[in-house]
Each structure stands twice: as structure tokens, then as C-alpha cells.
């Protein structure tokens, strides 16, 4: 019984050493348009001096799963090193006749919905390998988006650790409470990733949640 | 008389061939998650809004956003849904909560909830918040 609980116990050791020196899979979900591609950029160019993906006004500009290896990032003395993967914004609805709008080509708006459709599959399907979620939110934005809702629960039912980003801090119209009421049960961190404001505050945040990754 | 009747009808904003569908729990308790989602996105494929009694499980809603985007360009005209859950237990108390999940175990479901799903040709945006849901209509 001894040399059993012994042995289980050896196994467990094994297996945790070896998971730790795996690079944690670090996801960036949100709806279109949040700021989930700055936020990674940010973060990549900070660390790796490299960006992961290109940013643009129009909705769905990130319509493939994209990938960053080995970003190792430092705080305050300590040192992680991640697998940044940048999804593209989950919705329910895509219309090619949005991208009109943005004076894009009838046919290239129609190519580009098909592939907005096919991205949100994909970002869906990856919510399995996930070790840890940044759930990137405009803070202009209303956040009672049942989308928002729907994946926090995915995540909590896979018990993946989840941080919230209020993203978009530094405009007039932000509102970061709105945020923090709606999720009152996550950690919300209010920044800019386009300015780089605040990204202590998320560092810190991330290295503190990815103890909790199982 | 009659005119005035034409009158009135000429300021009033149209909205054409939609129906409000009620569901109730019963009808998808004992169905799998793959039919429970194909009845819905059958009734969205008809112009209609649905009003669910009870919510699918997350990992049912994803799949709900999948299929639906599946959907998009195979479905004529189809654009994808707007979804809106409204449950009670959002305004609750930590003891309440407790109670309402003790519920909601025994039931099975979570039956205080309601869940509105439209085809997003009829449904411009659903806004919400943790008392209401406010449908906004295409004109």
C-alpha cells in the first residue's frame, strides 16, 4: 500500500516537472474589434520584438488562429515562457455587406465573411488546448454580450483559468465598472493596448493566475 | 374615415413576414445536444425569433455559434442568429444563488432562465443587461 502511494506519488512528481517546462498556451479571445491582436502584438513586440498579427479597423481583420512560440516574458525578477495564440473575434453573425462600409470590394467583403465564418469555428474548436485565457473586451462596449457569457462558461466548465481585459482604457467613453459588474467573479484589468498603459498591472495578473492552470 | 385609416398606415414602419415561437423546456429535455440545436437553427432558418424556456449548457451555445456559422453562405440569405439568455439568479444573493443552483440540479435545467435566439435578418441587435433584453428589429 506504502510502495503504491509512494510510486502514485513519484508519478505525480514526474509529470509536473515535465509539464512545467512546456510552454503555457496563453489564448486571446473576445468579439471582433476588441483588441485582442494589439494586446498580442504589444506583448510579442515587447518580448520577442516581433508582432504576432496586422491590425485594422475592419471587423475580422484576424481570421486565422495565430501563433507565437516561445515568448518569454519578465516581471518584476521572475521569468515565463508562453505560446501566445491570437483568435479570431467570436460572433453569431457574420454579413458580408458590413465590410462594404469600409469601401472593401463586393467580392473580396464576401471571401473575407467566408473566412470571418471559418475563423470562428476554429477559435471555438481551440478552446480545449488552452492552459490560460485573456478574455479581451472593449470597454466602450456594452459587455452583456451573451457571446462574452458563452465562452467565460466553456471556460469555467473546462476549468481553464480565465483574466478579463477591459482594453481600450484610455478613450473618453471607456467604461471599466460596467465591466468589472458584469463579471464580478473575474479579476478585470483596465488597459490600452494600443498605448501600452497598464500592462503591469496585466503582467501581473497573468503570472499570478497561471499557478491556478491544472 | 378610409382615409384617414391609409393615412396612419403609411407612417408605420413595416416589418414583413416574421413569427414570435415559443418553446417550451419539454420540448428539448429528452433531445441530444445535436438535436436540440438543429430544432433551433430550423425555427431561425423560417424568419422566426424563439423564445426558449430554460438555457443550453455552454458547451451547447458554442456549438450553437458553430453550426450557425456552418450556416452562413449554405442557408440562403441566413446571416447568422443574435442569442440573449435572461436568468434570474444574475440579481441573486450568495444564498439565493445557492438555492437556485440546488433547483436548477434537481429540475435538471435551469428553468427560470429564458433564451432568445433570432435569425440577425430580423433581429439588429438584442441589447442586454442583467434585468432585461431589449430586441432591436431590422427596419
Known amino acids: 500500500m506504502a510502495i503504491k502511494s509512494f510510486a502514485e506519488l513519484f508519478k505525480k512528481f514526474i509529470s509536473n516537472v515535465f509539464k512545467n517546462k ?41 481570421r486565422n488562429v495565430q501563433f507565437k512560440e516561445k515568448v518569454e516574458i519578465s516581471y518584476k525578477g521572475k521569468s515565463m515562457t508562453f505560446k501566445m495564440i491570437d ?4 460572433t453569431t453573425k457574420v454579413d458580408y455587406e458590413e465590410f462594404l462600409k469600409y469601401k472593401v470590394k463586393k467580392k473580396e467583403a ?44 466553456n471556460l469555467v466548465a473546462r476549468k481553464i483559468p480565465v483574466l478579463i481585459v477591459a482594453n481600450k482604457a484610455d478613450l473618453r467613453k471607456a467604461k471599466i465598472k460596467k465591466i468589472e459588474e458584469a463579471f464580478p467573479e ?5 488597459i490600452s493596448a494600443k498605448y501600452g498603459k497598464n500592462l503591469d498591472n496585466f503582467y501581473e495578473a497573468v503570472f499570478k493566475l497561471s499557478k491556478k492552470i491544472k | 374615415m378610409a382615409k384617414k385609416i391609409v393615412k396612419k398606415k403609411s407612417k408605420t414602419k413595416k416589418i414583413n413576414g416574421f413569427a414570435i415561437q415559443f ?3 419539454s420540448e428539448i429535455k429528452n433531445a441530444g445536444s445535436t438535436e436540440r440545436i438543429r430544432k433551433i437553427l430550423d425555427i ?7 423564445i426558449l424556456q430554460g438555457r443550453l449548457k455552454p458547451e451547447e451555445e458554442t ?3 458553430e453550426d450557425t456559422m456552418a450556416m452562413i453562405g449554405h442557408v440562403k440569405s441566413f446571416k447568422g442568429i443574435e442569442l440573449a439568455v435572461i436568468s434570474p439568479h444574475e440579481n441573486q444573493s450568495p444564498i439565493e444563488k445557492f438555492k437556485y443552483k440546488i433547483a436548477t440540479k ?3 435545467a435551469d428553468l427560470g432562465a429564458i433564451t432568445i435566439i433570432g435569425p440577425a435578418t430580423i433581429v439588429r441587435e438584442i441589447k442586454q443587461d442583467p434585468r432585461k433584453i431589449e430586441l432591436l428589429l431590422t427596419k
Open chain 1, 22 to 62: 512546456k510552454d503555457i498556451k496563453l489564448g486571446f479571445y473576445g468579439p471582433p474589434n476588441a483588441g485582442k491582436t494589439s494586446l498580442a502584438n504589444r506583448i510579442c513586440k515587447d518580448f520577442t520584438g516581433e508582432e504576432i498579427g496586422s491590425v485594422s479597423k475592419i471587423p475580422h481583420e484576424t
Open chain 1, 87 to 90: 483568435t479570431p473575434g467570436i
Open chain 1, 110 to 153: 464576401k471571401s473575407r465573411a467566408k473566412e470571418a465564418t471559418q475563423g470562428i469555428i476554429e477559435s471555438i474548436k481551440w478552446l480545449d488546448d488552452m492552459d490560460l485565457v485573456v478574455i479581451v473586451l472593449d470597454s466602450t462596449e456594452n459587455p452583456y454580450n451573451q457571446v462574452n457569457i458563452t465562452i467565460i462558461g
Open chain 1, 186 to 190: 473575474y479579476e478585470v484589468i483596465g
Open chain 2, 23 to 25: 418553446m417550451p423546456y
Open chain 2, 44 to 50: 431561425a432558418f423560417t424568419n422566426s425569433i424563439l
Open chain 2, 63 to 65: 456549438r450553437l455559434i
Open chain 2, 106 to 108: 434537481l429540475s435538471g
